[in-house]
């Protein structure tokens, strides 16, 4: 069985070099006699795991020291709750509503705290990122929160808001280490592992030191405690120890690629060849305003929701997977992550124009 090319938006494509080591190492890794499945999250081998995935992901991102690293269970969506219960100190934050994820994250910060959205693009179905130089940031905000790569409609924040001083807080699951980040501009990055870097079910995220507290709001659980998770290492109860080893592998091969700065030329090749055919396809069209296209996820459709299903199918007839766009928003959606190769692409285009010849 060969494998497909897959553009699923998440879970999602991971590099084959990686997969084929951990299937290597499945029943017996390094010589320990069992999986790392099976294994002790507090014996050495795992120990070192653990350890060198954080150096590697502190070495591609450039984390500065005082930033911690942690390893979360609860996917992303966890993280909706406990960024307002551990940063909020006045009980209010600011969030600019950029799609759905966003829009659940402030959704969810409403049970803890006073929340203003100071920026939406949910007018135009959030197919733009608003102008965020000059917003009207509230005078005790704890932290501005964004998604910064939107997963669903396909858009991407190519440009930080001005935060006036507060702690940007980003969700940027569908875009974690596509490209270099310069961590200081963040008070708080997290995301889910599960779109561009391993197996579901682990958030990673990398806060500012000052910005974990003792003091967080009343009733919050030990597990949802940022201080609790970064006073143990990641270790106060058993992590998702797999996911971890995953991960790792990951970040050992982005740094055999050539790291982030290399990752975003690759990405951005891709994308550049979706979109340049996009823009001149009679057929197809974007859904999105070209100046904040995502690198990462591409959507696009048809006009004609038969026809966009008749694409899908005979897409993945064609071994061309998951090109169906989230059900909330339909048409077609191609996440060409770190893993897609460059062949992925140029087989999606090569199938898009036959689709174009043979039905327009
Ligand atoms: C997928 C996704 C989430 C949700 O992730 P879960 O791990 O399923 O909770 C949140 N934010 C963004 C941007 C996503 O793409």
Known sequence: MSRVYNFSAGP???????????AEEMTDYKGTGMS????SHRSKPFQEILETAEADIRELMGIPDNYKVLFLQGGASTQFAMIPMNLMKNGVADYIVTGQFAKKACKEAQKYGKIHVVASSEDKTFSYIPD?????ISEDADYVYICENNTIYGTKFKELPNTKGKPLVADVSSCFLSEPVDVEKYGLIYG?????????????????????REDVLAGTPTMLTYKIHADAGSLY???????????????RWLKRQGG????????????????????????????????????????FVTGDES?????????KEAGL????????????RASIYNAMPVAGVEALVAFMRKFEEENL
Do not use: W
């Open 192 to 212: 889910g592992v599960q779109k561009n870097v391993g197996p579901a079910g682990m958030a990673i995220v990398i806060i500012r030191e000052d910005l974990i």
């Open 260 to 299: 982030l700065a290399a990752m975003k030329e690759h990405n951005e090749k891709k994308a550049k060849i979706l979109y340049d055919y996009l823009d001149e396809s009679k057929m197809f069209r974007s859904t999105v305003d070209p100046k904040d296209r995502s690198v990462m996820n591409v959507t």
């Open 12 to 22: 999602a494509v991971l590099p084959e070099e990686v997969l084929r080591e951990a």
């Open 132 to 136: 965020c130089s000059d917003l009207p």
């Open 36 to 39: 790392v499945m099976e294994m």
């Open 307 to 315: 026809l966009d299903a008749k694409f899908v199918k005979e897409a």
């Open 237 to 251: 109860n058993t992590p998702p120890a797999y996911s971890i080893y995953m991960c790792g592998k990951v970040f």
């Open 321 to 332: 997977e998951s090109l169906k766009g989230h059900r909330s928003v339909g048409g077609m």
